[in-house]
């Protein structure tokens, strides 16, 4: 049972360049989360799906996009990558909504030079 | 400024000792959630206590909440270097423009000394 995997877990982009990272569940989770984890700023929400076929904002969704691509699956795109969003980003899935446990992937370092 | 704010944020002890983090938000809520983050992992759940509740207990771990005062506490008895980890809590908004989204502090860094 691996619970949510994340792909990459490193990667290095050049600005303005554009990728996507991966996220994949296998508990039968209704809702899945993007977060970034800044230094001193703890976890800050970029997008949520409370249920396939929805997606929703969260605080920081600026200069990203989204896809729940099925009940398993919850893909974060950075269309321009921009040195303001080197992270490290975390996927989670719970079983309904927000406030109940969440389950966390072990993240993605992102650098963007 | 953030919900649910820590205190403190760093905090070191020897094996054996307890440890007392404390959390603090601004608005109503459902419930507040602690999670433990080791070095260069994802999150991970320990407890969740319900607005309604004053005090839950899951093995060494004792929290605690007080809707009056807008705060919660999380006590770790008998640490274990093993313990050492950043610890979060979280809180599941009640009303307002952030109602029912999830809002994380900035953490607490624990360090036990064997």
């Known amino acids: 049972n691996a619970g949510v995997t994340q792909t990459p877990k490193f990667q290095v982009l050049k600005t303005g360049q554009s990728m996507t990272l991966q996220c994949a569940q296998d508990?039968?989770?209704?809702?899945m989360y993007w977060y970034r984890q800044d230094p001193g700023m703890g976890l800050r929400l970029i997008y949520y799906s409370a249920s396939e076929g929805t997606t929703d904002k969260g605080e920081v969704p600026n200069g990203y996009n989204v896809s729940r691509l099925n009940k398993r699956e919850f893909s974060l795109r950075l269309e321009s990558a921009a040195p303001s969003q080197t992270s490290v980003y975390f996927c989670?899935?719970?079983?309904?909504?927000?406030?109940?446990?969440?389950?966390f992937g072990q993240g993605t370092r992102l650098t963007v030079v | 400024s953030q919900q649910g704010e820590e205190d403190p944020q760093a905090l070191s002890i020897q094996e054996g000792e307890n440890a007392t983090m404390n959390c603090s938000y601004k608005?109503?809520?459902?419930?507040l959630q602690w999670y433990r983050q080791n070095s260069g992992r994802g999150l991970v759940h320990l407890i969740l206590?319900?607005?309604?509740?004053r005090e839950k207990h899951s093995g060494r771990l004792r929290v605690t909440l007080d809707t009056s005062k807008k705060s919660s506490s999380l006590l770790i008895t008998a640490s274990r270097a093993a313990d050492t980890a950043s610890y979060f809590c979280?809180?599941?908004?009640?009303?307002?423009?952030?109602?029912?989204?999830?809002?994380f502090g900035q953490g607490t860094i624990l360090t036990v000394h064997p």
């Open positions: 989670a899935s719970s079983e309904y909504g927000q406030g109940t446990e969440a389950f």
């Open positions: 979280a809180t599941k908004h009640a009303g307002g423009t952030s109602y029912g989204k999830l809002t």
């Open positions: 508990m039968n989770h209704n809702s």
């Open positions: 206590i319900r607005s309604n509740e």
């Open positions: 608005t109503s809520i459902n419930n």
